[in-house]
């Protein structure tokens, strides 16, 4: 008997510290799954992102989403290689651990190591206020990525270097992605990066445009303020906040 409870103890033990708990809906696929052709450049896997670090719960660099939204992305990138250019994502589901890391990086004002490059005219202080940082993300949700897109053939891309000598994310000489010019970086935190800022003129508009009408004919909605975010309608988990790590063992 003593030997029983002991075993039972034992399960006890794994189930309640195991990342059960942490494990995707069976609603969730890697994007690769479902469209290989799709790029991407998981960028909170790597330290070339605002914190300058990898971020928690980024375990690999995987595109993770509900399989409704690797769906509708499967139609815009159809329509983006018949047009000469593919997709490429930046960020996926996001963990709210993830979110969580943000949020403690953006209260820790001393640490500006990535300023030049992120938010070059935006005050650290300012960062909540002004909406940059949130202690909620659509991302966890599953159904909200964050991407560009590529003129095919794509071009070499180097990669970044930690610590080499960071560049204004709204420069024309900023770090030198292959995607199309959408007149700023990813995640640059300027109002230049609203999807319809008047100042965003010819190329780079066009640009910002052709992405927006793809992904708004196959379902999605942009978020005014980044011209990058996108939002599947009708999402299937719209008010749950999921903690799993960014994995191929969460799926």
Known sequence: MNAVRAMITVLLSVVLTSPA???????????????????????????????????DGYEAPLCIVTRPTALALRKVQREML???YTLKVYDCYRPQRAVDHFVRWAKDLADQRMKPEFYPRVDKTRLFEDGYIAEKSGHSRGSTIDLTIVKLPPRYQRPYVPGERLVDCAAPDRFPDNTVDMATGYDCFDTLSHTDDPRVVGKARENRQLLKDAMVRNGFRNLPEEWWHFTLNGEPYPDTYFDFPVSRRSL
């Open 21 to 55: 708990v942490a494990h995707a809906s069976p609603g969730f696929v890697a994007l690769k799954d479902v469209d290989p052709t799709i790029r991407s450049d998981m960028r909170y896997y790597t330290a070339h992102n605002f914190v300058g670090s990898r971020i």
């Open 82 to 84: 018949r047009q000469g």
